[in-house]
């Protein structure tokens, strides 16, 4: 029999050929994927043997992945704000910077917690694997959140993310494009949205694992990367209850041209949060309560 050790080496030297980044650690997921041991296991227990169905399976999943398709899917996990999230090729990969969403929220409700009612409602807008809504709920634990997506397919994960972490009876999932499948008055008390914003024309400078493996209605924001911005800003305006807050990631060089959309909607800005890069990543704007 093969041992671990011996197809770690085989799958590192496939990854290495191919030009994949981090071929040791991504062998590693592999074989603990397949074989149900973390990684300490992996590396504590190279003569450990592999039977020749595992042999098999690692096979088919280093061809995958030598061919470009994300680790992410082959393992069908991605860790986000501390927590294992399933993901599917129906929906986008969490990536690190949408934490600094959910953290910009998460202090943002705590900080004015005494002035917000007893049940905040919250909406997810492009929810994807529910890693926004569910993380939020999982911190605020006297919060509803409407998650919301036009994929039939991208709710089924966020629901199987809810029910994973027990907020599912807090999360109601809505289809749909926008905000446009709620009447027009003021329900939430914050509105958080990663929506699709790389412009069209930036398609073939994206890594092969995103543009070609990644649904392009939830990377795409139409030929300048800002259109669902244009469209969500006036329309959060309107469902936002007074001094309710609008929390939007940003693309690298988006933040001023987000900010000026916002302002002219009446919104303040509240906070613009940068990335460990330096890179302005979170708008928090607040809808000005009537009277000021």
Not at 52 to 66: C, F, P, Y
Not at 153 to 180: I, K, Q, S
Not at 262 to 268: D, H, Y
Request: aromatic share 8%; glycine share 8%; proline share 6%.
């Amino acid at each position: 029999m093969e041992t671990i050790a011996q197809s770690r080496q085989w799958i590192i030297r496939e990854l290495k050929r191919t030009g994949k980044e981090s071929p040791e650690l991504t062998a590693d997921l592999l074989i603990g994927f397949v074989i149900k041991r973390d990684r300490v296991f992996i590396l504590s227990h190279p003569e450990y043997p592999l039977d020749d169905d595992s042999r098999v399976r690692l096979g088919a999943l280093t061809a995958r992945r030598a061919r470009g398709e994300p680790l992410q899917y082959l393992t069908g996990e991605r860790e986000f704000y501390g927590r294992a999230f399933r993901v599917t090729p129906d929906v986008l990969i969490p990536r690190p910077e949408t934490e600094f969403l959910v953290e910009t929220a998460v202090g943002l409700i705590r900080k004015n917690r005494k002035r917000l009612p007893s049940e905040i409602r919250l909406a997810d807008i492009g929810t994807g694997t529910g890693c926004i809504a569910v993380s939020m709920l999982c911190e605020i634990t006297d919060a509803f959140c409407c998650a919301v997506d036009c994929s039939l397919p991208a709710l089924a994960v966020a629901g199987e993310n809810a029910r994973r972490y027990g907020v599912n009876e807090r999360m109601t999932r809505v289809c749909g494009d926008l905000l446009t499948g709620f009447a027009p008055r003021e329900c939430f008390d914050l509105i958080m949205s990663n929506p699709p914003y790389i412009a069209r024309m930036d398609y073939n400078s994206l890594p092969i694992e995103v543009r070609e493996f990644e649904p392009s209605i939830a990377l795409f924001g139409g030929s300048d990367g800002f259109e669902i911005y244009r469209r969500l800003i006036p329309a959060s305006f309107k469902h936002l209850s007074n001094g309710g807050c609008l929390i939007l990631e940003l693309g690298a060089g988006q933040a001023r041209d987000v900010e000026r959309l916002a302002e002219k909607e009446s919104f303040l800005t509240e906070a613009i949060v940068k990335d460990l890069r330096g890179i302005p990543r979170c708008l928090g704007a607040r809808k000005p309560p009537r009277g000021g």
